[in-house]
């Protein structure tokens, strides 16, 4: 099967062209089925590609000049949706000239104009955005909302571990264990959006995956949960401090190992095990938050992302379209709504649900 | 000065009576003017103090066999606030015979008790509780609410503020740098309340703390700030995610160190630098949680705290009777109504509040 092309903002993250070029080739020099669509500066472009011969032939160049600022205002770049590389990397995958699109550019506006331009899937009322993250076991968890929205309600958050159910799938290849972030595992915690997702969770039996009520955000990377469903606030808080104690605690370790020659001779002996620790914790190992519920693929790469982490990104893009997620959300979805019109109907299908 | 008496609950915590008295032995063994009143079961607590003959004289013991189930729903421990080790000891602080109360129990029940029994102060609409966790400089950081409340309006969080910078003023010595828990830094994230707390932490320029604004998740831990104020939800999900983090990050060290021989060899000779990692990271070294806001002192230690966190616990209910921190909450608390006044009688105050 040949996959559909994959549109890459040149342009964004820290580095820009340099990186995102260099990126796009270490994923095909892996794959080498994968085809671009590099939107940006022709000439930058061309000087990068310069040096990643396995290139030539499997990108085409759309050029433009504009560029989204990291920091700008989302509805402002909005406006700008048909002359920025982000606005037309994202374009591409609307007029069919590509199959995802993936940018390190400014999240808000890669949200607004993915919205704007692909639209929720049908029975998505909005998307989410997703990423992965290490556990002590060799899978990784998938957590969302991470900031797409800033509230979530009941209907809101049963899509959302739908959309991160289909997304594990596709990584773990099985029925994935999907929890909502709460203050505690007992039923009476936390808002009643929470305790009435969960009801709804737990009356869909035929949804492919298996929900096991509430998760506490110290258990998110002990491995016993394939999916961590909550509303976008709570999710950046939980994402964001997960990510600065990884920081802080490697921080801390740096400054004792360097604090005594005992020491830092003691680091020189241990160094695969630090490695192995570097390696594990390395945001570019697991870069690549996703835009789902969209009519199309949006992978969001890490501003600092190096080319490593790019081609992880570009990775995760062509694998959510060779394995379709969206039709795979799509059957999840009717199968909600069968288990709901079961329910009305007061068939048999309620027993045990607790309601 | 002669400091009030501690109430303890001896019966709290995962070890019981032999942790806590151990705990306010080696408090006492620290400074020897601190007096306990003894709460739970007699024959048990004597046995424990046979140990501790620097707490004779220092302590009396009251005679009680309930004690509240650590899994017990506080609204069924709230019916025995008469019998139990908990209830009398908060009891004892309403009652004038004891300044402050010490609990390794239930949270929920704690802070159901304490409410009930001691109230909240004048110009408190709800309390919180704080909590100290390390930073990567000397000076530690206290975050606020972290459960007491699953939600906040503008104006608790406003009270939250206020309470913390009093509890950091103590600890610190200093005028606190007070932050607003939020998404992002820009004046236009996360929700309306968040913004409207900020509107008035920054009109209130009387207040005995430097608001800074907002601050994300991933900062907490770098010493740039020293009190993150936010709603009990979030909060719980930032310090959760933040312990479950430590302990993912060194479980991770541990098992890369015991991977391989050589590993373990450069273990054994940087060890000085693991064990300041250990000792910077132990919550034994940070415990006793804090219910501000109430009339009267009430220090939550961890269920699972050795005797070296009890101890913590019980020092951190003496700094706080010592400074009188219900004092320096009133002070700021009508600082802040003064400067509500000037701004609604259009005066000069309102200027640069961006109102």
Chains 1, 2 share one sequence.
Do not use: W
């Not at 890459?8 to 990186?19: H, K, Q, S």
């Not at 590099?38 to 990108?59: C, F, W, Y």
């Not at 003691?266 to 160094?271: D, E, I």
């Amino acid at each position: 099967m040949s996959l559909p092309r994959i549109a890459i903002d040149a342009m964004g993250g820290d580095e820009g062209v340099r990186v995102m070029v260099e990126g796009a080739a270490l994923a095909r020099r892996r794959h080498d089925q994968f085809q671009f669509l590099l939107v940006g500066d022709e000439t930058q472009i061309k000087s990068a590609l310069e040096s990643h011969p396995n290139m030539r032939g499997a990108s085409e160049i759309l050029h433009c000049e504009d560029v989204v600022g990291g920091d700008e205002q989302p509805s402002k770049a909005l406006r700008r949706a048909k002359t920025t590389s982000m606005g037309l990397a994202v374009n591409a995958v609307k007029q069919g000239k590509a199959g995802a699109a993936v940018s390190a550019g400014n999240t808000g506006a890669l949200m607004a104009m993915s919205k704007i331009a692909l639209r929720t899937m049908p029975g998505i009322d909005r998307p989410a955005l997703a990423a992965v993250m290490p556990t002590l076991e060799d899978e990784d968890v998938i957590m969302l909302d991470l900031g797409a929205n800033t509230e979530a309600d009941a209907r809101n958050l049963v899509q959302f571990a739908i959309m991160g159910a289909a997304y594990s799938r596709i990584l773990l290849g099985r029925k994935p264990r999907v929890r909502l972030l709460n203050i505690g595992t007992e039923e009476n915690k936390g808002f009643d959006r929470l305790r009435d997702a969960a009801a709804d969770l737990q009356a869909a039996k035929g949804l492919d995956m298996q929900f096991d009520g509430y998760v506490e955000s110290d258990k998110i990377n002990r491995g016993e949960v394939d999916v961590v469903v909550t509303d976008g606030f709570s999710g950046n808080i939980a994402l964001k401090a997960i990510e600065g104690t990884a920081r802080f605690v490697t921080d801390l370790l740096r400054s004792a190992f360097t604090s005594s020659l005992r020491s830092k001779i003691g680091f020189l002996v241990s160094r695969p095990a630090t490695e192995l620790l570097k390696h594990h914790l390395d945001p570019n190992n697991h870069n690549g938050a996703v835009f789902l519920g969209l009519n199309g693929v949006v992978v969001k790469s890490h501003g600092s992302a190096n080319a490593a982490g790019v081609a992880n990104a570009v990775e995760v893009a062509a694998r959510l379209l060779e394995d379709d997620i969206t039709n795979r959300i799509a059957k999840d979805l009717a199968e909600l709504g069968e288990a709901r019109l079961r329910e009305t109907n007061g068939g048999a299908a309620s027993e045990g649900t607790g309601k």
